[in-house]
């Protein structure tokens, strides 16, 4: 589990397509200093396990269902990717829940700037729209962020400036795509809510 709150800006140092996967290496000193083979780090929002540590580099394997749900597979050599180690237990939860799970691709439609802060406006599946509210929260190339507005097809998120120094999202332009995942609180409600009520009910009592 993540909390969204970006700990470091890593670099893909290399990636190697196969038919239906890819193996990243990526450059990230500080997410490399206490991890281990099989441990999970959240790269722009995907939960990827560590299959090798060289130095302050480390390799992961993404399938091509992964491949398929986020952007990783869009990525080159060079590009910067926001890092995030598991939380530990007892750890500060600063943002919200996020699982490093995907559940769609947006894209940034409009930056508008502002005198301490930049007002971001970014696309949304259909099938993702009803998960997003305002005031609630989203995870966005794996940033934990405060939806600030909503519309049709779209909804707006405010970066302060350490976000925009400290992530991907300060420097991504109009058009690039970015990786959601929704609050998986509201997918859990949907999910109960609906067992409920198609639910069959049950007959009280006998009759006579």
């Known amino acids: ?49 560590v299959t090798e540590i060289d130095g302050d580099r480390f390799s992961v394997d993404v399938m091509a269902e ?43 439609l409009r930056r508008t700037p502002g005198d301490h802060w930049e007002t971001v406006r970014i696309s949304v599946p259909q099938r993702l729209e009803r998960y997003i509210v ?15 507005a909503t519309g049709p097809g779209f909804f707006e998120i405010g970066l302060i400036p350490t976000t925009m120094r400290s992530t991907v999202l300060g420097s991504l332009p109009v058009g690039a795509e970015v990786n959601l995942e929704a609050d998986v609180i509201a997918k859990y409600l949907e999910s109960l809510t609906r067992a409920t009520l198609t639910q069959p009910t049950q007959t009280q009592g006998a009759h006579r």
Do not use: Y
Request: charged residues 15%; hydrophobic residues 40%.
């Open 1 to 49: 589990m993540f909390t969204g709150i970006v700990e470091e800006l890593g670099e893909l140092a290399d990636i190697q397509h196969g038919a239906d996967s890819a193996t990243m290496t990526i450059r990230g000193p500080l997410v490399t200093s206490d991890a281990s083979l099989g441990s999970s780090i959240a790269v722009d929002g995907v939960c990827l396990t």
């Open 66 to 108: 992964t491949l398929a749900r986020s952007g990783l597979g869009r990525l080159h050599p060079g590009d910067a990717v926001n890092l995030e180690r598991a939380v530990p237990a007892g750890g500060r939860m600063s943002g919200h829940i996020v699982q490093g799970h995907v559940d769609g691709i947006g894209q940034i």
């Open 134 to 148: 305002e005031k609630g929260s989203i995870a966005v190339d794996g940033t934990s962020l405060t939806v600030a």
